[in-house]
């Protein structure tokens, strides 16, 4: 980041959210975030209800390193036509259709299925799901990159984030209020209420799939023409990774390592949390409207302060308030494990955590998306988003072995000193840019 770049008004700001870049990435990060939950979270709660042991739970959030090796095929995505979708709508909105029409027909298969006779089907179900999630998220986030300058990366960030948390809001609050709605006075665990709250998610994907298709598909530089099928994957496959290590050289070691850890204190904590508020007592609307709803209010506050601040001061110095943030709030559910199951205790923890991961999201996003060349914007942002998520996925399946083993409040202590490594990363990436 440059010293001596100028900086704009606040009002200059806030008014870059109003763009129609802007406005397009709300609707396309409610696309991005719905199928999350539904495959993590909500799938979570689902599971433990049905009676699914808490290791087990665990091991299957492995479905989700769909999303830490999505740079395997990103490359494809990047480069590769779709048959008669691309001609008619472009490289990145035909990917973008596609892998909606994936996340429709897995989450519609969900819906069919019920863990406690077959667990195996949900399974398979899961991952197309998380399959088509990440394949969109590689053509979505490449969409982002190409669609505005780097300066108003953060602000297409922030606005990102809204939609995601909206999304996360209905996958999450919206799920579990559709459940327990069908479920009525009917008492333990009722499968049709979970098939009406699956199908109900598969039909609010027709939110991106309309914004896809009224929206421009961006002025992306072609990639040269290849003359040999070798020389199309030295330019698809080698070409991007290469430019990195290139421009980078010694410090992408750091680079990477910093991006393979930042989130790691949330995204194992993230796995245990809906077995810890079933394990505690929370109802269904409990759950719904504490931490899916106002909960996801406060990542927004979040991610819109955190976009803002990160335009104005620079992305490392929010990237280090995010970290010492998301780290010291998982100490927050340590005390709330020791505490009789409150609202008001439960909205205290969930707001000061999803506050804090708001601002940490924008600004990570931030960060990535400097670190990416539109040349290879796909493929780049593929890799980083990748590594986000590969270690702490891997090391989240053994969550619910660790809760079994030692509680919940041993846990959540243990999540909070993950976040050691990341502050000294962040220090010494300082150092290096300086």
């Given amino acids: ?33 719905l199928p999350l939950l539904l495959v993590f979270g909500t799938l979570s709660f689902w599971l433990r209800e049905a009676g699914i042991d808490r290791t087990t739970i665990g091991y299957l959030s492995w479905v989700g390193l769909a999303y830490g090796f999505k740079w395997l095929w990103s490359p494809l995505v990047d480069r590769l036509p779709l048959p008669l979708l691309t001609a008619k709508l472009g490289r990145r909105r035909s990917w973008l259709l596609f892998a909606q029409g994936l996340i429709v027909a897995g989450l519609l298969g969900m819906a069919l299925q019920d863990p406690q006779q077959a667990l195996t089907p949900v399974v398979w179900c899961a991952l197309a799901v998380a399959f088509g999630s990440a394949t969109q998220d590689i053509a979505l986030d490449a969409y982002r990159i190409e669609s505005a300058s780097t300066e108003r990366q953060a602000a297409l960030a922030a606005t990102y984030q809204t939609g995601y948390r909206l999304a996360m809001i209905w996958a999450g609050a919206g799920a579990l209020w559709l459940a327990a709605r069908a479920q009525g006075a009917e008492a333990g665990y009722v499968q049709s209420a979970w098939a009406w709250a699956y199908g109900a998610m598969a039909a609010s994907m027709a939110v991106g799939v309309v914004t896809v298709l009224l929206s421009p598909e961006p002025a992306a530089p072609p990639p040269a023409p290849s003359r040999s099928a070798g020389q199309w994957l030295q330019e698809a496959f080698i070409q991007p990774f290469a430019d990195f290590f290139q421009r980078y050289r010694w410090q992408a070691a750091l680079v990477l390592g910093l991006i393979a850890i930042y989130r790691i204190s949330d995204v194992v904590m993230g796995i245990m949390a809906n077995p810890f508020y079933v394990d505690m007592g929370y109802s269904k609307d409990q759950v719904a409207a504490v931490t899916k709803v106002f909960g996801v209010v406060m990542t927004l506050l979040g991610a819109f302060i955190g976009g803002a601040m990160a335009m104005r001061w620079g992305v490392l110095r929010v990237l280090m308030l995010g970290a010492v943030l998301s780290a010291a709030s998982n100490l927050l559910f340590a005390w709330l494990a020791g505490q ?10 969930v707001s000061a955590d999803n506050l804090a991961g708001g601002i940490a999201s924008a600004a990570f996003i931030a960060y990535l998306s400097q670190l990416t060349n539109v040349r ?26 660790f809760v079994d083993a030692f509680g919940y409040p041993q846990f959540f202590m243990a999540t909070a000193l993950l976040g050691v490594p990341v502050l000294v990363l962040i220090w010494l990436a300082g150092r290096v840019q300086k």
């Fill in 1 to 33: 980041m440059s010293k001596n770049k100028p900086q704009r008004s606040w009002l200059a700001t806030w008014r870059v959210y109003a763009e129609p870049a802007s406005l397009r990435m709300l609707a396309l990060g409610f696309s991005a975030g």
């Fill in 340 to 349: 009789p199951p409150t609202t008001m205790g439960l909205a205290l923890v």
């Fill in 376 to 401: 290879y914007s796909a493929t780049q942002y593929a890799l980083f988003s990748s590594m986000m998520l590969l270690a702490p996925k891997w090391l989240a399946g053994f969550s619910g072995r």
